[in-house]
């Protein structure tokens, strides 16, 4: 085994969907965890990976351990796992508000430690991970870790303190960016249009907008200032964003995201 995944829900199955998509690591190179023979089924059908119930499975068969159960499991789980740790292992933590030193001291041994800050979009091949790594991983390894967080999308290495940043801007932002969409395809379907084509409409412009930011490099408001037609339609909705509260708003939702990380 090249690599192990304890807990294999949403985000394990969206990095794993990239890595096998890219070639990374093969179907049998994989092997997951599941806390139910409901989600172990559904790992071995939607992955065709390796699958077990056993932790010690994982972290005895695989060097490369992603711990991708919700942080509230984190403790319990490195405890089950203790004795079949060693120095040899690299542990790769997923979850917010759980450090480099935090993993390793609850890990009991001195071993190398990353932390990924992923987020869905890795399961079409488009996600943003954020990385950060304690001393013992050499530049070397760190190389091999990126070409794992390189096949489901962009990475970014980042100092350890940026990670709530990353989790806020990152992580938690499809969901927000989702909301959008649906609320764009709901203004459309008010107007008439059928809903699949508005969903078409909201995501193939959202998917431009930010293609167009990522290739011309322009500021965004230099490309809103684009759209917006001197005493035209578009302005008018700018004008009743702004009165809505729209930029505090998605101020507001991503302070809140990064202060909670913090918290965890
Ligand atoms: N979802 C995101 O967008 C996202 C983004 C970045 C980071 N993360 C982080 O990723 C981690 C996982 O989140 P998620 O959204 O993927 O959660 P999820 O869909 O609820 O998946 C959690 C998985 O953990 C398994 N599990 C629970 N307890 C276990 C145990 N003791 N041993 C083995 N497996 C166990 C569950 O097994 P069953 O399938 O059998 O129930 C499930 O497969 C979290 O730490 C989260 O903060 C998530």
New binding site residues.
Partial sequence: MKIGF????????AMIGGILRQGIFSKDEIIV????D???A??EKTLGVVTTLN?NEIVRSAKTVV?????Q??E??LT?VHDSLTTEHTIIG???GKTLAWLEEKAGLPLKVVRF????PAQVGAGMTAVCTNDRVSEDELAEILKITDSFGCTEVVPERLMDAA?AVG??S?AYVFMFIEAMADAAVSQGMPRKQAYKFASQTVLGSAKMVLETGRHPGDLKDMVCSPAGTTIEGVRTLEKSGFRSAVFEALTAAAEKGKKL
């Fill in positions: 304890i807990g294999c829900g949403n985000m394990a199955s965890s599941n806390l139910t409901e989600g172990r559904r790992s932790n711990l991708a159960v919700k942080p499991f984190y319990k789980v089950e997923i979850a917010p800050m992923p987020n869905t989790g992580g938690c499809p």
